[in-house]
C-alpha cells in the first residue's frame, strides 16, 4: 500500500478504463528507453534500428505510410479483425501510429499457406474499415497531405512452396515444378526477396550443393557486382539477418564471376580450384570446397547484362551437364524479367519517395515561417534522411559583411544506435573555423563535389582534428534568396554507405537547397510583415492615448514673459525639482533654449518651440515619476552643467542642442514599467524594439515622430550635415539613459579620468563624456537637498511598487525587493547600495574632470548620511520589537 492507500491493482484497474489518460500520459511522459523497451517486448526493432538504414534494400527501408507497402496484417488494420472497436478515438490515434511505422516488405515467407492466404484476403478487406477511420481523423493540414500522397500500390502475394515440397515436385513432375518456380519469383517485387527466392530455386532445379546471385550495379559510370544473398544453401532462409547487410561485392572482369558478366559467355568447369579465374576467397567465406561450377549471365529484354547467377558442387559429386546448362539458361530468362521488374519497382519507389519528402518539404515551409532556425532544421532533417548522409550544415552568409562571414551555423549529424549524436549540434568548433570550401561556394555561386576529402588542397584537415569527425566526401552548394543572390551554403558530408556522392544525389541536393533558400526568404518576408504589425499596434496605441496641442494654447503661452534664468535658479545645481508648476516648466525650457543661444543659432521659430514643447509635454504619461516634471528637470540639470562646469567650451552647438532635446524626450511615453517588465509581459514594445534598451529606443522614436510632425521640426533650418549629426548624438544621448549601457561606459570613462588622458577632441572621448554627463543628470535628484531627494525617492518607489504588484498578481512572479512592496521598509539600505555602487563612483569621476562637479558629490553624500540615519533607526525599531516578542 502507497502513502496514499492505493495499491496497484487499483492503478491499473484505472488505467484500464481511462485508456485516453493513459495514452496521453505516455506520450508526454515516455522516453526513448522506454519506447525501445516496449517494441522490443513485442517483437518490434529498435528507433534507432529503424533509423541504422541497415535491414534491406531501398523498398524495406521506407519509413513512410506513403510508401508502396504490404503487410502480414493489411493496411490500417489490427490482428484481431473479428475485435468490435468500442473507442474509436484510441484505436484511431493507434492505427495511425502504425501505418507510420510497420512498413517493411514481407512478401515472401517460405511458411505461408493457403490458409493464410485467405487469412490475409480477409484482413485486406477489414482494411477499407481502417480506411474509412482514418478519413474521419481531423482533417488537419498534415492528415490530409498524408492521405493524399500516399500509394495506392499493393505489391502482388503468392505462396511460396517450402523447399520439401519443391523437391518432391520436381521428382515428380518436373514441368509442373518449372511452372511452380517460374510463377513464384513473376510475383516477386521486392528485390531483396526476389534474388533470395532464385538463389533457393536454382539450388533446387541444378541439385547444387550452393549458389549465388549478384546484380550488376552501376554507380559513377563503374559497374561493380553485388549480391544481398550471397551463398544461399538450401534449407536456409532466404531472409538475410536484420543485424548485417550479408553483402558481397565482386569487381567488373575479376574472378569467374567478374569475367563471365564482362563477356557474357558461360562457365561450366569441373575443377573450379584449377582455374587461374577462380578466387579462393569464395570458399572462405563460404566454408565449401568448390569442385564443379556453373556460371551463366542474365540478361534483361535488351540482351545487356543484368546479373550473374552461379551454382557450385552438382549432387552427388557429379559434373553441370549440357542439359543443366540448357535448363538453367531457361529459367535465368524468367529471371531476367522477374529482376527487370523488380528494379523498375525499386526505382520507381526510390523516386517516388523524393517527390514525397519534397512534397512534405514544400508542406513544411508554408506550414513553419515564423523561424529561420526551425525552417532549416525541418529541410536539414529530410534532406539526411534522404540522402542518407552522415551529417548535414547550413551556413547563412552575413549579408552586411562585403567579405565572405557565416553569420549563422545549423549543424545535424546521424544518431548513433545508442540514441546520442556523434557530434553535439553545439560543437561547431570545425564549420566556424577556416571553411575554405563552404567560402569558396559562398563566393563563387558554385557546386563543389569532393568524393575524398583528403587529396584536396581546398578542405581544411584541421578542422576534423578540431571536431574529432572523419570526413570523407561533401557535397556543397550555394543557397540563393528569390533575387538569385546567395544568403548561405548547405553541405553534405559522407554517405552512410561509404561512397562518393553521385548525380542524383546533387540533383536531389540542389533541390533541398532551393527549398531552404525559399524558406528562409519566406522567414524573412514574414519577419519584415510581422514588425509592421507590430510598429502600427505601438503606433496606434501611442496615438490612442496622445493627441496634438491646439492652436490656442500655444499661442497663449507664446505670449508669457520668460522671466531670467536666475529668477527661478534655472542654473543651480540645487534648484528646486518641485517649483515650478506644468505651465511655468514649459516657459524655463524656452529660457534654457534662449540662454544657450540655440533658438538663435538654429534659426528655431517661437512657434515650432513652444508646439514642440508643449507636444512633448502631452506625450508624457501621468505616472508618478518618469513624466514631464523629471523630463525638465533633467533638463534644468544639464543647462547647470554646461552653464557652471565649463562644457559650452566642450560642447559643441550642436551637441548642446541634441543634449537638450534628448534630455527633454529621453523618458517619452514612459509606462511606469522598465525594460524587464517589457520583456516578462512580451509587450508590443519588446516585439518590436527587442530585449536591449527596449524602453530607450522607444523614446527615441517618438522623439522623431513628433519632431518630424508638422510645426514640430527643431531642426528644419538646418544643414543636412548638422542634421545628420544632431539626430545621430540624440539617439546615442537617449541610448545612454539605459543603466544596462552605462555600466559599459562608466568603466571607459573611468579609464579615461584615472589615466588622465582626457582629450575631448577626441570622438570617442566626447561619446563617452556625452553619455556621461546624460546619466549624471537623469540621476541628479540624488544630490539636491534631502526634501527634495526625499520625495523623488517617494515617487520612484510608488512607480516600482506598482509594478511589483503587477509581477505578483498578473505574472504569478516574486518581484525583486526593490519593487515589493511588503519590503519597503528596507528603502534606506537599498538607497545606501544605490549610491554607494552607482551615484558616487561617477560624481567623484567627473569631480576629476572638472572641480565645478565637485557640489554634486557633496550632495550626495549628505543625502547617503540621512538615508543611513534612517536605515540605523530602521534597525534600532526591529531589535526593539524582537526584545518585546513581536
Not at 528644419?716 to 545612454?736: G, W
Amino acid at each position: 500500500m502507497g502513502t496514499l492507500g492505493i495499491d496497484f491493482a487499483q492503478v491499473q484497474e484505472w488505467l484500464d478504463k481511462n485508456t485516453e489518460c493513459m495514452q496521453e500520459y505516455f506520450v508526454k511522459k515516455a522516453d526513448i528507453l522506454l519506447i525501445n523497451k516496449w517494441l522490443i517486448s513485442h517483437g518490434f526493432h529498435t528507433l534507432q534500428e529503424y533509423v541504422s538504414g541497415k535491414r534491406g534494400s531501398m523498398s524495406r527501408d521506407s519509413g513512410s505510410p506513403a510508401s508502396p507497402t504490404v503487410t502480414d496484417n493489411g493496411f490500417f488494420s489490427d490482428k484481431d479483425i473479428s475485435h468490435r472497436r468500442s473507442n474509436s478515438k484510441k484505436h484511431l490515434r493507434h492505427d495511425y501510429a502504425r501505418s507510420k511505422t510497420r512498413n517493411t516488405f514481407r512478401t515472401f515467407d517460405p511458411t505461408t499457406t493457403s490458409t493464410s492466404v485467405e487469412s490475409t484476403i480477409e484482413k485486406r478487406r477489414s482494411s477499407l474499415k481502417g480506411m474509412r477511420q482514418f478519413l474521419s481523423l481531423p482533417p488537419t493540414s498534415v492528415n490530409m497531405l498524408s492521405m493524399l500522397i500516399s500509394s495506392k500500390i499493393r505489391l502482388p502475394r503468392y505462396a511460396s512452396k517450402d523447399e520439401e515440397f519443391k523437391r518432391e515436385l520436381r521428382g515428380f513432375n518436373e514441368k509442373e515444378f518449372f511452372l511452380e518456380i517460374v510463377k513464384e519469383i513473376s510475383h516477386e517485387l521486392d528485390l531483396r526477396n526476389l534474388s533470395g527466392k532464385i538463389v533457393n530455386n536454382i539450388q533446387i532445379l541444378l541439385d547444387a550443393q550452393g549458389s549465388s546471385l549478384f546484380l550488376v550495379e552501376k554507380k559513377q559510370g563503374k559497374s561493380e557486382l553485388v549480391s544481398k544473398v550471397f551463398d544461399m544453401c538450401a534449407g536456409t532462409s532466404t531472409l538475410p539477418s536484420n543485424y548485417g547487410d550479408n553483402v558481397v561485392k565482386v569487381p567488373w572482369g575479376q574472378g569467374i564471376i567478374g569475367y563471365v558478366a564482362e563477356t557474357g559467355l558461360t562457365v561450366n568447369i569441373d575443377r573450379a580450384s584449377q582455374d587461374p579465374r577462380y578466387n579462393n576467397e569464395v570458399d572462405t567465406i563460404t566454408g565449401h570446397e568448390t569442385d564443379s561450377l556453373l556460371c551463366m549471365p542474365i540478361r534483361n529484354a535488351d540482351n545487356e547484362t543484368i546479373g550473374v547467377a552461379q551454382v557450385i558442387n552438382k549432387r552427388p559429386d557429379e559434373s553441370f551437364s549440357l542439359d543443366d546448362e540448357k535448363v538453367f539458361e531457361t529459367y535465368l530468362a524468367f529471371c531476367g524479367m522477374a529482376i527487370s521488374n523488380a528494379q523498375m519497382f525499386e526505382s520507381y519507389t526510390v523516386e517516388y519517395d523524393r517527390n514525397r519528402v519534397l512534397l512534405e518539404v514544400a508542406h513544411d515551409l508554408f506550414e513553419e515561417q515564423t523561424s529561420v532556425e526551425k525552417v532549416v532544421q525541418k529541410i536539414m532533417q529530410k534532406a539526411q534522411s534522404l540522402l542518407k548522409c552522415e551529417r548535414c550544415s547550413v551556413l547563412l552568409r552575413d549579408q552586411n559583411s562585403e567579405k565572405v562571414v557565416f553569420s549563422k551555423v545549423f549543424d545535424l549529424v546521424v544518431p548513433k544506435r545508442n540514441g546520442h549524436t556523434s557530434l553535439s549540434r553545439e560543437n561547431i568548433t570545425d564549420l566556424k573555423m577556416g571553411n575554405k570550401i563552404a567560402e569558396i561556394v559562398a563566393s563563387t555561386g558554385e557546386t563543389v563535389n569532393i568524393a575524398d576529402a583528403y587529396q584536396d588542397t581546398r578542405f581544411n584537415m584541421q578542422a576534423d582534428k578540431a571536431s574529432g569527425f572523419r570526413t570523407r566526401c561533401i557535397l556543397c552548394k550555394p543557397i540563393r534568396n528569390s533575387s538569385m543572390k546567395c544568403i548561405g551554403v548547405a553541405q553534405t558530408i559522407n554517405r552512410t554507405d561509404g561512397l562518393p556522392f553521385d548525380d542524383h544525389d546533387d540533383q536531389l541536393f540542389e533541390a533541398f537547397t532551393i527549398f531552404c533558400g525559399l524558406g528562409i526568404n519566406n522567414c524573412i518576408l514574414y519577419d519584415e510583415v510581422k514588425r509592421a504589425a507590430v510598429t502600427q499596434a505601438v503606433a496606434l496605441e501611442v496615438l490612442s492615448y496622445h493627441a496634438t496641442v491646439p492652436a490656442d494654447e500655444v499661442y497663449k503661452i507664446k505670449n508669457i514673459p520668460v522671466p531670467e534664468a536666475k529668477e527661478w535658479n534655472l542654473t543651480g545645481f540645487d534648484f528646486n525639482d518641485y517649483s515650478l508648476d506644468s505651465n511655468e516648466m514649459i516657459i524655463a525650457a524656452i529660457r534654457i533654449f534662449k540662454d544657450t543661444g540655440l533658438i538663435r543659432r538654429f534659426k528655431i521659430e517661437i512657434d515650432t518651440l513652444v508646439r514642440w514643447l508643449l507636444t512633448v509635454r502631452k506625450n508624457y504619461r501621468n505616472v508618478a515619476y518618469h513624466n514631464w516634471r523629471h523630463a525638465f528637470n533633467v533638463c534644468q540639470f544639464m543647462f547647470a552643467i554646461i552653464t557652471n562646469c565649463g562644457m559650452d567650451k566642450v560642447l559643441s552647438h550642436v551637441e548642446r542642442l541634441a543634449m537638450i532635446v534628448a534630455c527633454l524626450c529621453h523618458d517619452l511615453d514612459h509606462r511606469g514599467t522598465n525594460n524587464a517588465f517589457q520583456q516578462k509581459t512580451s509587450s508590443h514594445l519588446a516585439q518590436l524594439y527587442g530585449t536591449k534598451a527596449t524602453l530607450e529606443h522607444h523614446h527615441f522614436n517618438h522623439a522623431v515622430m513628433i519632431l518630424n510632425s508638422e510645426g514640430h521640426n527643431l531642426f528644419s533650418n538646418m544643414t543636412s550635415e548638422d542634421y545628420v549629426s544632431v539626430t545621430t548624438i540624440l539617439k546615442q544621448c537617449i541610448l545612454a539613459t539605459d543603466l544596462s549601457l552605462h555600466f559599459q561606459i562608466r568603466s571607459k570613462f573611468f579609464q579615461i579620468v584615472e589615466s588622465g588622458s582626457c582629450n575631448w577632441e577626441d570622438r570617442d572621448h566626447k561619446e563617452v563624456l556625452r553619455s556621461i554627463l546624460m546619466t549624471s543628470c537623469d540621476i541628479a535628484s540624488i544630490t539636491k537637498s534631502w526634501d527634495v531627494q526625499r520625495r523623488t525617492a517617494s515617487l520612484v518607489m510608488t512607480e516600482f511598487f506598482e509594478q511589483g504588484d503587477k509581477e505578483r498578481n498578473e505574472l504569478k512572479i516574486q518581484p525583486q525587493t526593490m519593487m515589493d512592496r511588503e519590503k519597503q521598509e528596507e528603502l534606506p539600505k537599498l538607497q545606501m547600495g544605490w549610491i554607494d555602487g552607482v551615484c558616487v563612483p561617477l560624481y567623484k569621476a567627473l569631480g576629476k574632470v572638472n572641480d565645478s562637479f565637485e557640489p554634486m558629490l557633496g550632495g550626495v553624500m549628505s543625502n547617503r548620511a540621512n538615508w543611513e540615519k534612517l536605515d540605523e533607526q530602521r534597525l534600532a525599531d526591529q531589535m526593539t520589537m524582537n526584545d518585546n516578542g513581536c
